[in-house]
């Protein structure tokens, strides 16, 4: 109980010093605007973008941690929050005090803190970890430890590196404070043998999250399609944005608003999966997704297509387009119904084909029960159909009749 208490309060303190950062950075830029950035500065635009995630990512680590204070994702989401929330705001504050010469306090340590977190490769080891132990903080197998070893060693050669390191640090142009000059002809060494165990161990932990969907049974399995739904979406996003810079019809800020609302669904995905809360079947959300999907890119062509088929037709009679516009309009609204029903059917068959099956012989059964008046027959059809639909290894029906009262029969389906 005590440990319980302690991780929800500290989280709650890493979530209200976040919204401190936030306010800080708000702060910064609003009365300091005029002074130049440094040009590791990301800009207001992308310090917003930033912040607003990080918040994300707290609040829903916060959350997590008062349900499950021994689920190590929590952690992870306050950290990372943490880490990159601390480094937008931190950065603005240490070079309005550089270039305003205002001498404001900590500016050494904290311009240290910042080059070693925020501006350094190791902060990946928050996604590392992340697919390493969702959704319930634990290894899938031991197995998987010296690979968690690798990444701990990978990030802590990273911190050394970047930490000790005896030049100008990246954050303002000062000589790091802890700067040790012995380390200087290891360095070169040490890093690429730690960025490159990083990089394996975040290939590695992909790996792993892969590794426990094909394992994984009832809710757990659930809670990994959640997350994986939204990293799909994401990927999606990103895949579709070298189109939309070369399409005058989407606004300069339509990609931004989408990167955002995927990358949103990261931590509120996770989220839900790790609570819990009205965990719903993802499979059905899935389901209707690629069948919406599908529908609209065949629905559109469609209407792109008559309609341009319909003005070259009519233009002999007409040089309006309303009646090629109004006609395609209809014929998409006609063909919405029969073409859902194609397209719901070729998703089923496609990917959810034992569902489709079991739906099949289902529909079977219940055309042919009308026809039946044999108990014998009827009680081994319906044997046959539970073994196929449901496939368990043992099956009991129960029948009444007025003068003999209920019997039970039994069968093996296995």
Not at 28 to 55: C, I, K, M, Q, W
Request: contains cysteine.
């Amino acid at each position: 109980m005590i440990r319980a208490r302690w991780a929800r309060g500290l989280s709650l303190a890493v979530l209200v010093t976040l919204v401190g950062f936030v306010v800080l950075w708000g702060f910064l830029n609003t009365r300091y605007a005029h002074v130049p950035r440094s040009p590791e500065d990301p800009g207001v635009g992308f310090g917003l973008f930033a912040l607003t995630l990080a918040l994300l990512f707290a609040v829903v680590g916060v959350l997590i941690l008062r349900r499950h204070p021994r689920n190590a994702v929590g952690w992870i989401f306050c950290g990372l929050s943490f880490v990159y929330a601390s480094g937008i705001a931190l950065l603005d504050y240490l070079w309005v005090s550089h270039e305003e010469r205002l001498g404001w306090p900590l500016s050494k340590p904290l311009a240290w803190f910042v080059d070693v977190t925020f501006q350094s490769p190791a902060a990946f080891g928050f996604f590392v970890f992340f697919f390493l132990l969702f959704p319930n903080g634990r290894l899938p197998s031991p197995r998987w430890r010296y690979l968690a070893y690798l990444a701990a060693g990978s990030i802590a050669g990273l911190f050394v590196n970047g930490a000790f390191r005896p030049d100008v640090l990246n954050t303002i142009p000062i000589q790091n404070p802890l700067g040790v000059e012995a380390l200087e002809p290891f360095r070169q060494a040490l890093d690429l043998a730690s960025f490159s165990g990083l990089v394996i161990s975040l290939l590695g932990s992909v790996a792993s999250l892969i590794v426990r969907l094909r394992r994984s049974r009832g809710d757990e399995r659930q809670q990994i399609k959640w997350f994986l739904t939204a990293a799909a979406v994401l990927t999606t996003l990103i895949a579709l944005a070298p189109f939309t810079f070369f399409t005058p019809a989407f606004p300069v800020w339509a990609w931004p608003l989408a990167l955002l609302t995927g990358l949103s669904l990261i931590p509120i995905a996770a989220g839900v999966a790790i609570l819990k809360y009205r965990l719903y079947e993802i499979d059905v959300i899935i389901n209707r997704a690629l069948v919406y999907a599908a529908l609209t890119a065949i629905l559109g062509v469609t209407y792109l297509g008559s309609v341009v088929l319909l003005q070259s037709l009519l233009q002999p009679i007409t040089r309006q387009s309303d009646l090629a516009i109004a006609a395609s309009t209809l014929a998409v609204a006609a063909l919405f119904r029969p073409a859902r029903f194609r397209v719901q059917g070729f998703i089923d068959r496609r990917f959810y084909r034992s569902r489709y099956d079991a739906a099949e012989t289902l529909n079977a059964f219940s055309a042919r029960l009308r026809d039946r008046v044999d108990l014998g027959s009827l009680s081994n059809e319906l044997v046959s159909v539970v073994g196929t639909t449901m496939q368990p290894a043992h099956a009991a029906f129960w029948l009444t009749s007025p003068k003999h009262g209920a019997r039970s029969e039994e069968a093996d389906v296995g």
